[in-house]
């Protein structure tokens, strides 16, 4: 697995892990059936607790992401997929209304506001390539 943390980012290390997973089931990086790491190997693999990686697989089990595969450790749930895209949309939804807010509130026009979207949706794009 390609995750990493960042224990300046302000976001908890186990939210980061359980964003990461999500993440990755929704792009399809991880597919449901596939087992992930075991706590220990991820834990090393991110040189961090595996307290942190046992809190983030629990959660990640709550919310039906991973399921317990007896004898192999966890999958991706079936329903995993369809689960994750939709909340990382929410995420990003909101992460957008924010900014949008903040750029309302400092005076910026709707003009303004969609031609900087435009541009820096366009700045993605072309970075992607």
Same mark, same amino acid.
Request: aromatic share 4%; net charge positive.
């Given at each position: 697995?390609?995750?990493?943390?960042?224990?300046?980012?302000?976001?908890?290390?186990?939210? *980061?892990? +359980? $964003?990461?997973?999500?993440?990755? @089931? !929704?792009? &399809? /990086?991880?597919?449901?059936?596939?087992?992930?790491?075991?706590?220990?190997?991820?834990?090393?693999?991110?040189?961090?607790?595996?307290?942190?990686?046992?809190?983030?697989?629990?959660?990640?089990?709550?919310?039906?992401?991973? *399921?317990? +595969? $007896?004898?192999?450790?966890?999958? @991706? !749930?079936? &329903? /995993?997929?369809?689960?994750?895209?939709?909340?990382?949309?929410?995420?990003?939804?909101?992460?957008?209304?924010?900014?949008?807010?903040?750029?309302?509130?400092?005076?910026?026009?709707?003009?303004?506001?969609?031609?900087?979207?435009?541009?820096?949706?366009?700045?993605?794009?072309?970075?992607?390539?």
């Amino acid at each position: 697995m390609f995750f990493h943390v960042d224990p300046t980012d302000g976001l908890a290390i186990y939210d *980061q892990v +359980v $964003r990461q997973v999500k993440f990755s @089931v !929704a792009r &399809g /990086a991880i597919r449901p059936g596939n087992l992930v790491p075991s706590v220990r190997e991820l834990a090393r693999e991110l040189a961090i607790n595996p307290n942190t990686v046992a809190r983030a697989y629990q959660q990640l089990q709550t919310d039906g992401v991973l *399921q317990t +595969v $007896r004898g192999m450790g966890l999958e @991706v !749930a079936p &329903g /995993a997929v369809k689960h994750c895209r939709q909340q990382r949309q929410q995420l990003i939804q909101a992460r957008l209304r924010q900014t949008l807010a903040e750029a309302k509130r400092s005076g910026l026009d709707d003009e303004e506001l969609r031609g900087l979207i435009d541009k820096e949706l366009s700045d993605v794009v072309r970075d992607e390539r």
